[in-house]
């Protein structure tokens, strides 16, 4: 059965022959996945055309029914990238209603953003369900090629140039003045660009495919040090990633962009890196230093090997070998050690609803430590020996990411402890790092170019916002 100029409840519909679960149409989902994974590094996706000959060789097969899948061998994204465009072009209906044209006209009019999203929340509500679907879908998977804008230059404002002649037409047009189509014509640009940046994390999330588009998407990675990552730590005012690599060297990415911003020189070869308040803390074999973020100065060093850093209502933990020291922020002076006999502390994060911190290291064991007492609340073992280098908490879906030698990241309930998912990618190596920003975790690996000059990779996986992976 064709799937081209069809409407889209059919559509499904064919797809649940094979797939039961299916509620947006495989062609899409599939879609969406190669072009975030292969396509997010192309400058104009989606404003270049594609091969003719081979789009529509890709048209032909997937009309007579063939499965859609895509690959670097078998698929360009920019071919991939037209093809998607057709598809929403030629639907029989425009996927926001031909009927409904003048009320989302309407909806353009209205001068402020916070009106005109609560509007078009309301108007969603009126589509047929597996509109409503696709066209979440949609802007979410608009919105991650977009944080990657600095290499595809295909912002909220070019996404929005593309796709609005795509989601809704006039069936009168014929009937419409020219200078009021021109100008109608902008405004429906401007309300597609104003969905993607400010809605896509706001989309209804029952009408969001059940399958999703994975567990996790990989959207955008970074580069800039010459030497392995081996920290990460998130400035939310400044919506800024800051990077630490081996030799001293700090790097400072715009989170939503992955664009470099900045740089600093610490002076002196490092192994992490945390941010605690007003402060970076950087570890070494021999010293643990404290940095002013502000000034970009030094305020502070103790003797002692440091390797990873958690700020704790007002102290800093400081994991190294045997154990955890205890530092009180205001006087940088050690109330507490912790002793692990035999273990090297390479993780921690805390959990601050239940007042515990989760501790990682040497062969994949996990402890979790009671705030309040300092003493171990409950040990557990992973699936893997290899040892635990980097956690992250999401708080939204109450999930800890814990990243192991083994070159996987396993995702935790922390409420009833044990691994939910476990994600890879094949440009993950050693996972040094890990941080979460918003609705996306960030994880930084060495990298397999043979290029010294390219050693940081900067994962982002996308999540839903309610409990779940999207």
């Known amino acids: 059965m064709a799937l081209f100029k069809r409407p889209l409840e059919e559509v499904v519909a064919n797809d649940r022959q094979r797939n039961p679960s299916r ?49 670097p061998a078998n698929t360009d994204p920019v071919d991939l990238a037209d093809l998607v465009k057709v598809f929403f072009r030629e639907l029989p209906d425009s ?13 353009t009019t209205i001068p402020e953003d916070e009106v005109r999203i609560a509007q078009t929340r309301d108007m969603l509500m009126t589509l047929p369900p597996v509109n409503v679907r696709v066209f979440c879908a949609l802007i979410r998977f608009l919105r991650r090629l977009s944080y990657n804008a600095a290499k595809n230059k295909m912002g909220p404002d070019n996404m929005g140039l593309v796709f609005a002649p795509n989601l809704l037409w006039n069936d009168n047009q014929g009937n419409v003045d020219m200078m ?25 999330d029952a009408e969001v495919d059940e399958e999703g588009i994975e567990s996790a998407t990989l959207i955008c990675k970074a ?5 392995s990552v081996l920290g990460l730590a998130w400035d939310d005012k400044a919506g800024q990633v800051w990077s630490l690599s081996g030799n001293g060297q700090i790097v400072i990415y715009d989170a939503a962009t992955c664009g470099q911003v900045g740089s ?29 973020i502000a000034t970009k100065a030094q305020v502070h060093s103790m003797p002692g090997f440091g390797i990873n850093f958690l700020t704790v209502e007002g102290h800093t933990w400081i994991g190294g070998e045997g154990g955890i020291r205890v530092v009180a922020l205001e006087t940088f002076e050690c109330i507490q050690t912790i ?30 430590y009671n705030v309040d007492t300092g003493e171990v609340a409950s040990q557990l073992t992973s699936e893997t020996r290899r040892n635990l280098t980097c956690m992250a908490y999401h708080a939204d ?13 396993y995702v935790w309930n922390v409420d009833e402890p044990a691994i939910q998912a476990r994600l890879t990618d094949d440009s993950m190596l050693m996972l040094n790092a890990l941080v979460a920003v918003g609705n996306d975790v960030s994880s930084s690996s060495s990298s397999s170019s043979s290029s010294s000059s390219i050693t940081l990779i900067l994962h982002r996986f996308y999540l839903r916002n309610s409990y779940g992976f999207l």
């Not at 060789?57 to 690959?71: C, H, K, N, W, Y």
């Not at 009021?180 to 209804?204: C, G, H, K, Q, Y």
């Not at 879906?397 to 990241?409: A, H, P, Y």
Request: aromatic fraction near 10%; hydrophobic fraction near 45%; charged fraction near 25%.
């Open 223 to 227: 580069v800039g040090h010459v030497k």
């Open 180 to 204: 009021e189509l021109m100008a109608i014509t902008s405004r429906l640009r401007e309300f597609v660009a104003l969905i993607v940046n400010n809605m896509a994390d706001a989309l209804p």
């Open 339 to 368: 002793e692990i006999p035999r273990a090297l502390v390479l993780c921690m994060e805390y959990v601050s609803d239940l007042r515990q911190v989760w501790v990682g290291g040497t062969g994949g064991i996990l402890y979790i």
């Open 23 to 71: 509620t947006i149409p495989t062609f899409l989902v599939n879609a969406f996945k190669f072009l975030v994974q292969y396509g997010g590094d192309v400058e104009g996706i989606f404003r270049l055309a594609g091969s003719k000959d081979k789009v529509r060789q890709m048209r032909a097969s997937l009309d007579r029914g063939d499965e859609p899948v895509f690959t």
């Open 397 to 409: 879906t109450r999930s800890l990411w814990v990243g192991s030698e083994d070159r996987t990241i």
């Open 264 to 292: 600093v020189d610490t002076g002196a070869p490092r192994l992490s890196m945390s941010r605690a308040e007003g402060y970076l803390w950087l570890g070494g074999d021999r010293a643990v230093v404290a940095w002013d």
């Open 95 to 107: 996927l926001l209603m031909c009927s409904k044209y003048s009320e989302w006209v309407r909806i």
